[in-house]
């Protein structure tokens, strides 16, 4: 099974710019409870490492990149984000890593869940025990 689930938006551009519209249950493959950016991070910043137990997200790289690693314990895939117009699924219990930000990153989140720490895996070794059934 591929990891890398990707979306790809039409682009509602005209001659004015472009526009990507992005609704529940359509280009966004669940109800989405939450919404966050993340900006601001340093080139040599890496983020993520953890998994999540029972949350569906879409990560969009609304300007500049980031290399995406998802990880499912059993085999690591990467690609980057680096197009508005092109979102990555993020299903359960898939280990994400956010590498490599470019200037002026602004990585969006959208989210099936609120925030629920007890919802993370964050440590690598007890995502492997999990995927693994101990
Ligand atoms: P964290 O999930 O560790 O960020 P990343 O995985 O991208 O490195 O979150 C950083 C902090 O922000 C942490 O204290 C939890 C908090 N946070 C919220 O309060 N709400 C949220 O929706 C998210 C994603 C994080």
């Known amino acids: 099974m591929n990891l890398l689930k990707t979306i790809d ?10 526009l990507i519209s992005l609704e529940a249950n359509k280009q966004i493959p669940f109800d989405i409870k939450r919404v966050y950016y993340i900006y601001g991070t340093e080139k040599e910043v890496a983020r993520g490492f953890h ?12 300007a500049g990149k980031c ?3 998802l990880d499912d314990g059993k085999k690591r895939e990467e ?5 508005p117009a092109k979102g990555l699924l993020i299903e359960d ?3 994400r890593e956010m590498h490599d930000f470019s200037e002026g990153c602004v990585l969006l989140v959208l989210a099936s869940e609120h925030y629920d720490e007890a919802d993370y895996v ?5 995502f492997l025990k999990i995927q693994r059934g101990e």
């Open 9 to 18: 938006f039409a682009q509602l551009g005209d001659e004015r710019g472009s």
């Open 51 to 62: 998994a999540h137990k029972q949350l569906q997200q879409v990560a969009v790289c609304v």
């Open 67 to 69: 290399r995406m690693i």
């Open 79 to 83: 690609m980057w984000l680096d197009s």
């Open 93 to 95: 219990m898939v280990w």
């Open 122 to 126: 964050r440590d690598y070794q007890q």
